[in-house]
């Protein structure tokens, strides 16, 4: 291998364009993965409420939106820790170069289900408890009542997320109002409200995520 061959190679191999062609195929492999993962098998009796067991669902539908936010942040460089459902404590917490930035609480909720006041006081003394930026995720703000929260920055997708074989359990039952299933749309979508929230608060760690 002559050394102008070594170079010419090397710098292909690289170059700033070739890292972002490399971190797009990544992230659309993640992002595969990530949608294949709730493909979940459901029932095919619509007389029943839900598509799986109650508390399987929730555990479900409780999960997929943080899971959603983790990939769309650590696609942007930043380190993710998350509580799952049903554990005390914030549900996010986001890290850049070790110094934690954002705590966030994240509610994936259906326009029939609603958060009391004493559930919001809960998350309230949870988020307070850090001295960083402080953030509501949720699938509707009509879930709970924003003055709660007024202290708090809020991101609201604008419907509930779902697992594509749930969203079509639904879909057949004509209960799809303010639901969307994971797809790569929806990750994008869900991926330009926190692009736009980490700009407007000069927390954006310049890492772009392509899908």
Known sequence: MTFLYFYRHFSL???PLNRILECDILNKN???ILIEKYKIPTTVNLNYSYPVKPRR???YVGDIL???VKFVLEGKGYTVRLNRAFVNGVDLKTFHENNLIMVGEIFNLWKHSHINSLRAQGYIRNLCQYDCKRII???LTETFESRWFRDLDIISLGYQL???TFYRFFEKKGETDDRKMLTSDTLQHIDSL???Y???NNLLAYNYIHY
């Open 13 to 15: 191999s690289h170059s």
């Open 30 to 32: 993640k992002a595969k």
């Open 162 to 164: 779902l697992p594509e």
């Open 66 to 68: 943080p899971d959603a």
């Open 137 to 139: 995720i949720c699938s």
């Open 198 to 200: 980490l700009e407007n």
């Open 57 to 59: 669902y929730r555990e």
């Open 194 to 196: 926190i692009t736009e």
